[in-house]
């Protein structure tokens, strides 16, 4: 199974200020077709997962632009420039690449 | 805006079955690989299980495999799970999603404890 490491496993914030999540995979998870298959998802407290950042560097519909992704093949990194208040919460990544889909342990971001 | 609601999560005893639910409306359904992710209490994410657009084809990791079923009926925009055989430590919140896309339900409770 692919192994999905995140860094650090909490994190705070102030307000205005940026914030990186880091996120190692097992196995590369460039697929043949040139997508690399690792999304990101947040998790606000008390509510369901949702998806932020699609095949590594996509903004899903509706997510500020402060969100982004990036990577390589195994290391992977989502930053949030000029936290809000309304980003506090636990940042998973997953693998899509393969059976079993693997998640990391999640990030939780709280603000200071 | 597309919708999932899942339900039929409850009180279980060890060794009994349950049967979720999950309804769809919003999005194309039958265009859509679904799958079933859980969040044990105060744990991360495992997902459970994943079926193909016509249902013909169905993925499971080796924690649920043989226990567990993933079905779905197209022309009723309904995803299903059976769960046979549970165990404590399939306790967990089960949510319905489609995995690469921002599509999550609000999941539903499953207590297995006698």
């Known amino acids: 199974d692919i192994v999905m490491t995140q860094a650090p496993l909490s994190v705070s914030v102030t307000p205005g200020e940026s914030a990186s999540i880091s996120c190692r995979s097992s196995k590369s998870l460039l697929h043949s077709n040139g997508i690399t298959y690792v999304y990101w998802y947040l998790q606000k407290p008390g509510k369901s997962p949702q998806l932020l950042i699609y095949?590594?560097?996509n903004l899903a519909s509706g997510v500020p632009d402060r969100f982004s992704g990036s990577g390589s093949e195994t290391d992977f990194t989502l930053k949030i420039s000029r936290v809000e208040a309304e980003d506090v919460g636990i940042y998973y990544c997953?693998?899509?690449?393969?059976?079993?889909?693997?998640f990391g342990a999640g990030t939780k971001l709280e603000l200071k | 805006e597309g919708q999932l609601v899942e339900s039929g999560g409850g009180l279980v005893e060890p060794g009994r079955s349950l049967k979720l639910s999950c309804a769809a409306s919003g999005f194309t359904f039958s265009n859509y690989v679904m799958d079933w992710v859980r969040q044990a209490p105060k744990k991360g994410l495992e997902w459970v299980a994943s079926?193909?657009?016509?249902?013909?084809?169905?993925y499971y990791p080796d924690s649920v495999k043989g226990r567990f079923t993933i079905s779905r009926d197209n022309a009723k925009s309904t995803l299903y799970l059976q769960m046979n055989s549970l165990r404590s430590e399939d306790t967990a919140t089960y949510y319905c999603?489609?995995?690469?896309?921002?599509?999550w339900g609000q999941g539903t409770l499953v207590t297995v404890s006698s």
């Open positions: 095949r590594m560097s």
């Open positions: 999603a489609a995995l690469p896309y921002p599509y």
């Open positions: 079926i193909s657009t016509g249902g013909g084809n169905t």
């Open positions: 997953g693998q899509l690449l393969e059976n079993p889909y693997t």
